[in-house]
Structure formats: structure tokens, C-alpha cells
């Protein structure tokens, strides 16, 4: 059962979502040795929950002919003007992020999607189809034309299964329900990770001339959000720790449709196939917020209205805080074709049949665009000069590009996991064959981490140890009051304060298991450690950036302020907290300058 | 609060085993304030919270997805995530909870699932594709898509594999889930080896070996019917040259249109 | 695959043997006595059919005894061995049936009979 103490691997990858998987399917490919460590089983990753689809611009339906923008589906005739294009994806990906993508790599983005969904499909992926045979595409948030390919509403779930699959096809090695503790940085090199094995509670080196992190995301650290219970944030929050900057961390969207009380998603697919949202009064309230594209605008604007209807007294539930979801006028067969997962869990949690009851939604954390900075072939950076930490990638959710901007367009995240995810495949391939070596680790990083748990473990000093579960929950409340769709500046005061005071009181946490063998008590102890490093450098972003943009909305600057914010906040450690620079925005000014975001 | 008002209690009563300490399995009551709403996970997770660290279990996404949470409730094998426990508690209000049957157990709830992956790694689970790529997408028809839906929804949370009574006197048979991963690839109009891949599952550790007892439909939280697509492949392995010549006669068209309805 | 094969033939014709056979034997449509039992059992075609009847649940029960042992994984080294048994215990089985049923006489059965007590 006993690992060896040093594990090699050319390529070592944390993470087995969809980018990670990626990644180390087209090293496998290409002849390097690849392994990847994943806390959850690969198939558990939480790429697998996505619903709606992935977009690309392969212009395979359109409205029909004189039914205006919204009118009814067809496909495309063979010999029909292109009704989509990589140009038209590239803007509506721009006025997305609100103009704080970079717009290099969201052309790089939007011109892959074409190809990334074909080779998705000929890999086995079971795409839903026009008559024709070609893959079907939706509506949706955001998106002037139809561009979701999907799979009912199992898109997510399908990618991954396909992706996985062929990985193994490639030999990639997989280290399943190995967790992450430490990567070991010096000078601006990458050397290898230190990971433990949840089974055996061995704390082992992996080396590896190339370290790609692909951990998701950090939705965990508010009360109601759609993230699974393993998306805590541990791979920005380990980097961050190693010395590597945040980028964007303020940037949170919000989903409009959360399970109401759990916060579980309904897919965007609900709206994209037709459904409204209704306030206490009956009324379609997002005529007043985003008459043009009303339920379809994008998602940080149709959650703040939501808040916006439910602050008002205007919300629904026992407590008022829910919104309902209209689905019934879409009809039992086509919620059975292309919803029957959103039904499911409706059924379940909310114990509502939306073939003909309302839906009680909420706004649910749901993606978190900032992360750790990296480039369009995942090399991370170390500075706003793009100074490149040699060895380490970073690609998918926990990374930031920036293709998301301020803002996310539901379907550009799969998008993203995938198309960044196999070009730092490609990059850790060139940059192996290329000569790269493994270098010699004289960190005490192993140690140190086995300090870590040792210290979790041993007995309390006086009385009983603080309790992980206690932070966390506190954490997450002041998160979700302070830091949520709606700030200002008196509540992230507050929420910074709260932070600090749980990141001393941590030091007092201990586990109430001390068995080393698969030790979930440890792991959450080990999680709210990294809940609270990101926290603190989300709310310290949050509280620099004085102007509302995209999914950050500050009620005390209302207004997008393009000459003092158009541009990346980049956090680094310091003894003393967060300390910022600053990094500008690739943009296009003579084809995509910033204009005003209207919906 | 219970129906009439008055606070209920629940008695979640646990398998527990830590291989390292413990000879034997034992269980474990504990008592739970039950609240609105409340899921199997849910209490699970207050145990551990507020009573025992030490309980172990696996889970994640919280919505029947990923399939990590796949136990055994009251003999039956279930997604406790998506599961009310109201619905699942005795006169007595008690509710009781093992790990899957049939499996190794790692400690408490968590079940060693090697040879499930292994199973799943044998039927190669990948496309085969054909020689011949077209530029764009392969074309298939709605129905030919539809065919395959079932088992492309299949989350390998592992409770059909462990409810199965042949896997419980054999891990040399391939198993539920894994021969409708099989069944997926064998009709996928994409797949270029159907008659491989039929040739590989008839043997005795495969199609064959199912008894038909349908414990897998039971189990099966996603409402797929393996034993249907077992059959199948059955129908589909006497008749397996005519099949992969209809195959091959279907690939030669996969760039053109289709025509459906 | 095979055994799979003999399993469903087997049980098919076992549907239509043990129809015969109960109509016959057990709830026949008309009277019965010792001479009608002793013509039909020295009658070829009925001592054909008995042979087919018992190859068929031989066939089937070996065969079905077979595959549940197989079932399970511990006695995996065994299996061979086991099949072996089945066959001999089979063709044994076979050899003393058939020559019990074709060794049937109506006259000698009659002569005997009047000598019952």
C-alpha cells in the first residue's frame, strides 16, 4: 500500500476536470510521461456537472427566415448564408467580460471552439443533432446567435466522460483521490508538487519538469453556490501560497438559477430554451432590467436583478428570497428532450414538477473568472511584466487567462477548460522534448506540510480545538453577506476583518480523526485553510476596485470606470496581506473598444 | 420540525470500520435534529460536523452527478445526495446506512472500487473511430443519437455494479456498467469495431454471465436499464459478422447528410 | 457462449417435453391402464421421445449447475474439473437412461405383471 517517498514524472497535472484531462491527454499523445493527481476520481470532477453546452460558431441553425432574432430554430440549408461567425463569438464574448477580457486570447478562444467541438465529436462525444446529422445548437445568455453545442443537458458530463476515456487511451497514469498540498517554486522555477495520498495519509515529493495546475474553481466559499463540495479553491490558493500572484479574484458571477435553499444549478439551458423568470407579483420583472434580451441577457445582470426584485420585498419562498422559474409554457415533451436533468433535480430538492409548477430559484455562486494569471499556452506569470514562473501551467477555472473578463457567458467555460487545457497540453510537450530537466528540490516543503497535519492532528493545547466545519460556515456567511453580488465598502471592510479574525482562530483548529488512513476530517480542515487564503485576497481585490464591472458590483461606485479600472488586478503574497499591482487589458481599440454594456 | 410541529429526531444508524483499528464491522447510531429539506448527505455531513470527524464518506457535487456518493440505505444501494431521508426512515424514525455491498471497505462508508475500474478499462471505453475523418462532424441521425442516450448518461457511481449478485460471487465478471459502456461503443455508428468489441464481451466473464436478475435496473439511480442493453449485446454477439458488415456499409456514408423522421 | 446456447435450446425444448409429459403422464384426457402405458412405452417413437426428453434436462440441468459454479470467483481454479464431472456425470447419466428406456419390453412387463401380489 506504501507509495515511494519521491514520485518522477515529466508532466505532473493537478486536476482532472476537463482542462487538466486535456492537457494531459495531448502530452500523453505526444510521447511524454504524464501523470495527473485528482482529489476526487477523474469521472467525480466537477467539469461533469455542466449542463448547458459548450459554444462555438459552427453556424448549424438558425431563426427561421422572418421570425426576428427569437423566432423558432431550423437548420442551416446546405446553401445558406453563414448566420454565425468566430467574429460574431469573439464580441459577444468581449462585451461579456465587460471589456476586461484580453482580447488576443479570446480570439485564439473563439477561432479553437470550431475545431475543439469536432474533435470532441470525433472522439465519441454524443452531441445532440439537427435532421441533418449535424450537431444541434441552442440559445444562449449573452449570445447573439445560437452557438451551444450540447448534449441534452449533460454537456458536461458527456466531455468528460469522452475526454477521460481517451486519456486512458494514451496511457496518461492517474493518481486518484491524491490531494495537493504544496507546490514547490524557487526562483521563478516550478519543481514538483507535494501531494498526499488520501488512502495511505502519506505525504510523498512528485517531481516533474512541468506542473500544470487545473483545480476548478473557488465557489465553496460562499453559502449558496453550485459548486460541488471539492471546488474549494485549493489550487489558487496553493499557488498563491508558493508566491505566485491572483489575478481578477474579485470577479464572482453569480448564476441566476440556483436550487432555491441549495443552491444546486438549473442550467442556463432552462432560459435558453424558453423559460421566464417571474417575481412574487407574476411579472416577467426583467422587462424593467435588460428589455432586449430580457431573461437571456448575461448572467451577472440578470442575477443582480433578481437580488434586485428579492431586496425589494418582491421575492418568493418561506423567507422571501427565492424568485420562481417559469418553464411550464415549453411543453412535457420538450422538457423531457432537452431539460430531463433540470426536471430531475427540480423533482428532488425542490420537490416542484416543472412540466407544470413554478420553480423556486435563487442567485447561486457559481464561477469564478479570476485565478492565477497565465498566458494563451497556460504559462503562468509571475508579475504584470508576464514574467513567465518556468515549469508551472495553469488552465480552466482556476486559471485566468483572461477570457472571461468581469463576466462569464454561460458555454464559454467548457469552451475555455477545453480549448486552454490542450494548448498547455501542447506547451508542456514542446516545452519537455525541448530539453527542460528536472531540477533539484532542497525545499523542506514535504516536511513542512507534515508539520502541517501533525499540528492538525495533535491534541489541543487547552481544552478543545476550534472546529474546521465552524470556520467554514462562518467564512461563508460573511462572504455571502459582504462579498456577494451586491458590495460596498463598509461590508467588505467587514467581511476582511471577519476574514482575518477566522484565519487566526484556524490556528487553533484541530481534527477529531487521527487516523491517517482515507482522512476526510483532515482534508476539510486542510480545505478551509485554503477557503480562507483566497477569501482574504478576493475581498482585498474586491475593496480596491472602485467601480462596478461585470460580475463585481459595488452599490458605492455604480458606474464602469474604463480610465482608472480598465485593467487586471494582480495580488501578491506578503507578510502583511495581499499587496496589488496592475496589469492592462489586450484590446483591440481599433475593432473592439469599450463601448457601453446594454442588454 | 415533523408534520405535526414537534421537533424530530433521527436515529442514523452507520456501518463503521476502520480496517486499521477495528476486527470487526460495527454500527453506530446517532442522532440527528431533522430539519426541512433534508437530505441523506445533509445528516451525514452533520454528524461529522458536530459529533464524529472520524465518519468517513465520499461525495461532491451534491446533484447526482458526479456519482461519488453511491451507498447502500436499508438494504437498498442509492445516491444519498438526492435522497430526502424522510422518505427512507422507519416507524421508528431510524434509517441505516452501509457501504456498498460486495466491495472492499476502506474505512466507514468508502468502498474500494479497483475492480470496478478495472471492468470498466477492459471493455476499452473509448471510440474506435473509422480510418476516414471528415472535416466537420461525423453525421448522424437524431435516432441514431437517441439510441445511444441511455448509456452515455451512465455516471459510474457503481451501485448497479454492486447490487449485482454475480459481481458478489465473481470480480472476473465484467459487470453492469461496464458492458453498457460496452453497449454505448457497440452502437455508436462511429465505432469501427463493434465485432471486436462483441466478440470480447461474449465470452463466460461476459453477457452471458448475467442471470437477468435485474437488480441493476433497481438500483440504478439514474433509471438506465443495463439488463436491457446486456440482452442486446447478446442478440447482437450471435449475429456479429452480419452486424459489423452493416457497420462498415453504415460508415461509408458518415460525411453525408442524413435524412430523419 | 455455447453453454449459453445449449441453455436456451435445451429450455425451449424442455417447454414442449414437459407439456407432453404432463398431459401425458399426469393428466391425461382419457382413462388410463397398464396396457395403454405399456404399448406407449414400447412404442419407438415414444422411447425416441423419452431419450430427446432426458438429453434435453441433462443438458440443461448440468449445464445450469455448471454456470452457477462458475458464478463464483473461489472456485475459479476448479472450473475445468468441474465441467469435466458434468460431462462424464452426463454421458453416464445418458448411457443408463437410454438403456433403461429402450431395454423396456411389453410383453415381458405384462408376463411380470401377473405375478404381482
Redesign the interface.
Known amino acids: 500500500m506504501s507509495n515511494p517517498s519521491v514520485i518522477t514524472h515529466d508532466v505532473i497535472v493537478v486536476g482532472a476536470g476537463l482542462a487538466g484531462t486535456w492537457a494531459a491527454m495531448i502530452a500523453g499523445e505526444q510521447g511524454v510521461d504524464v501523470g495527473v493527481i485528482s482529489k476526487v476520481h477523474p469521472l467525480r470532477s466537477h467539469s461533469g456537472a455542466a449542463q448547458g453546452g459548450i459554444a462555438a460558431a459552427l453556424g448549424n441553425v438558425r431563426p427561421v427566415p422572418n421570425t426576428g432574432p427569437d423566432g423558432p430554430l431550423e437548420q442551416v440549408p446546405p446553401d445558406a448564408e453563414p448566420y454565425d461567425s468566430w467574429e460574431l463569438h469573439m464580441f459577444d464574448t468581449i462585451k461579456g467580460s465587460d471589456w476586461l477580457g484580453d482580447q488576443d486570447a479570446i480570439e485564439i478562444m473563439v477561432k479553437d471552439a470550431i475545431e475543439i467541438v469536432y474533435e470532441y465529436e470525433h472522439m465519441g462525444c454524443v452531441f445532440s443533432r439537427t435532421p441533418d446529422g449535424r450537431v444541434a445548437q441552442r440559445r444562449f445568455g449573452g449570445h447573439s446567435t445560437p452557438r451551444a453545442c450540447y448534449s441534452a443537458d449533460w454537456t458536461g458530463h458527456v466531455l468528460l466522460h469522452t475526454i477521460h476515456e481517451q486519456a486512458l487511451k494514451h496511457g496518461v497514469r492517474f493518481y486518484s483521490e491524491w490531494y495537493a498540498l504544496d507546490v514547490i517554486v524557487e526562483d521563478n522555477v516550478c519543481k514538483g508538487i507535494v501531494a498526499l495520498d488520501i488512502l495511505t495519509g502519506q505525504v510523498v515529493l512528485m517531481r516533474a519538469k512541468a506542473v500544470m495546475f487545473a483545480t476548478g474553481g473557488y465557489g465553496r466559499a460562499w453559502k449558496i453556490t453550485s459548486n460541488a463540495l471539492a471546488n474549494t479553491g485549493d489550487g489558487v490558493a496553493i499557488a498563491y501560497n508558493a508566491g505566485v500572484p491572483l489575478m481578477d479574484m474579485e470577479f464572482v458571477q453569480f448564476h441566476p438559477t440556483g436550487v432555491y435553499g441549495h443552491g444546486i444549478l438549473l442550467s442556463e439551458a432552462c432560459r435558453g430554451e424558453g423559460g421566464y423568470l417571474l417575481n412574487s407579483k407574476g411579472e416577467r420583472f426583467m422587462e424593467r432590467y435588460a428589455p432586449g434580451k430580457m431573461e437571456l441577457a448575461p448572467r451577472d445582470l440578470v442575477s443582480r436583478s433578481e437580488q434586485t426584485e428579492i431586496d425589494e420585498g418582491r421575492g418568493v419562498g418561506p423567507d422571501k428570497q427565492g424568485i420562481w422559474l417559469d418553464l411550464r409554457h415549453l411543453g412535457r415533451e420538450k422538457i423531457l428532450e432537452r431539460l430531463p436533468q433540470v426536471r430531475e433535480i427540480a423533482l428532488n430538492f425542490s420537490g416542484v414538477d416543472v412540466i407544470d409548477e413554478l420553480a423556486p430559484i435563487q442567485p447561486t455562486a457559481h464561477y469564478s473568472m479570476g485565478g492565477i494569471p497565465a498566458t494563451v499556452d497556460g504559462q503562468v506569470i509571475a508579475d504584470a511584466q508576464s514574467t513567465p514562473v518556468v515549469g508551472l501551467y495553469a488552465a480552466g477555472e482556476c486559471a485566468c487567462i483572461s477570457v472571461h473578463g468581469a463576466n462569464r457567458l454561460g458555454t464559454n467555460s467548457l469552451l475555455d477548460a477545453s480549448v486552454f487545457g490542450r494548448r498547455a497540453g501542447y506547451a508542456m510537450a514542446a516545452f519537455v522534448k525541448g530539453g527542460a530537466r528536472l531540477q533539484p528540490v532542497e525545499s523542506d516543503a514535504v516536511a513542512r506540510n507534515e508539520a502541517r497535519i501533525t499540528r492538525l492532528m495533535s491534541d489541543a493545547p487547552a481544552g478543545k480545538g476550534e472546529s474546521w466545519s465552524q470556520i467554514a460556515a462562518e467564512l461563508k456567511s460573511t462572504m455571502t453577506d459582504n462579498a456577494g453580488i451586491f458590495r460596498d465598502d463598509a461590508r467588505l471592510r467587514q467581511a476582511l476583518s471577519d476574514i482575518r479574525r477566522l484565519q487566526e482562530r484556524f490556528q487553533g483548529v484541530r481534527i477529531m480523526d487521527h487516523s491517517r488512513r482515507f482522512n476526510t476530517d483532515l482534508l476539510g480542515a486542510l480545505e478551509t485553510e485554503h477557503l480562507l487564503t483566497f477569501s482574504e485576497v478576493v475581498v482585498v481585490s474586491a475593496l480596491a476596485r472602485t467601480e462596478s464591472r461585470g460580475a463585481h458590483y459595488r452599490t458605492d461606485y455604480a458606474k464602469r470606470d474604463d480610465e482608472h479600472w480598465l485593467k487586471h488586478t494582480m495580488a501578491h503574497k506578503s507578510p502583511d496581506g495581499p499587496v496589488l499591482s496592475f496589469k492592462d487589458v489586450n484590446i483591440n481599440w481599433e475593432k473592439y473598444p469599450p463601448q457601453e454594456r446594454k442588454y | 420540525m415533523s408534520d405535526n410541529g414537534s421537533p424530530l429526531t433521527i436515529t442514523v444508524r452507520i456501518q463503521r470500520f476502520n480496517p486499521d483499528v477495528d476486527r470487526k464491522l460495527y454500527l453506530q447510531d446517532f442522532k440527528v435534529a431533522w430539519q426541512q429539506g433534508m437530505t441523506i448527505l445533509d445528516a451525514l455531513h452533520t454528524i461529522k460536523a458536530e459529533q464524529d470527524g472520524s465518519l468517513t464518506f465520499r461525495r461532491s457535487c451534491r446533484h447526482a452527478i458526479c456519482g461519488s456518493c453511491a451507498m447502500n440505505v436499508n438494504g437498498r444501494n442509492m445516491l444519498v445526495c438526492e435522497q430526502p431521508i424522510k422518505a427512507h426512515l422507519n416507524r421508528k424514525n431510524e434509517i441505516t446506512i452501509r457501504p456498498l455491498p460486495y466491495l472492499p471497505i476502506i474505512k466507514d462508508l468508502v468502498v474500494d472500487r479497483t475492480t470496478f475500474w478495472a471492468q470498466y478499462m477492459r471493455v476499452k471505453p473509448w471510440l474506435i473511430p473509422p480510418e476516414n475523418i471528415p472535416e466537420k462532424e461525423f453525421r448522424m441521425s437524431p435516432e441514431e443519437v437517441a439510441a445511444l442516450q441511455d448509456a452515455e448518461h451512465c455516471i459510474m457511481c457503481g451501485a448497479c455494479y454492486s447490487a449485482c449478485t454475480v459481481v458478489g460471487t465473481t470480480k472476473e465478471y465484467i459487470g453492469p456498467h461496464a458492458l453498457l459502456k460496452a453497449f454505448l461503443r457497440v452502437m455508436d455508428v462511429r465505432d469501427s469495431a463493434p465485432g471486436e468489441r462483441l466478440a470480447d464481451i461474449a465470452g463466460s466473464d461476459g453477457v452471458y454471465r448475467c442471470h437477468t436478475i435485474f437488480n441493476c435496473i433497481d438500483a440504478c439511480p439514474k433509471h438506465l436499464n443495463p439488463t436491457r442493453a446486456i440482452e442486446t449485446l447478446r442478440k447482437l454477439a450471435q449475429k456479429r459478422l452480419a452486424f459489423e458488415a452493416a457497420r462498415a456499409e453504415r460508415q461509408k456514408h458518415l460525411d453525408k447528410p442524413v435524412t430523419s423522421g | 457462449?455455447r453453454?449459453?446456447?445449449m441453455q436456451r435450446w435445451t429450455a425451449i425444448a424442455l417447454l414442449v417435453f414437459l407439456t407432453i409429459h404432463m398431459i401425458v403422464v399426469h393428466y391425461p384426457p382419457f382413462h388410463i391402464d397398464f396396457s395403454r402405458i405399456a404399448a406407449r412405452m414400447g412404442d419407438p417413437l415414444w422411447k425416441a421421445i423419452d431419450i430427446a426428453f432426458l438429453a434435453a434436462v441433462l443438458i440443461h440441468a448440468l449445464a445450469g449447475t455448471h454456470q452457477v459454479f462458475?458464478?463464483?470467483?473461489r472456485f475459479?481454479r476448479l472450473h475445468r474439473v468441474h465441467g469435466i464431472v458434468m460431462v462424464v456425470l452426463g454421458v453416464v447419466a445418458f448411457i443408463y437412461g437410454t438403456a433403461t428406456i429402450l431395454a423396456f419390453n411389453p410383453e415381458v412387463a405384462a408376463e411380470a405383471a401377473l405375478h404381482l401380489p
Open positions: 457462449m453453454i449459453f446456447q462458475t458464478d463464483f470467483q475459479s
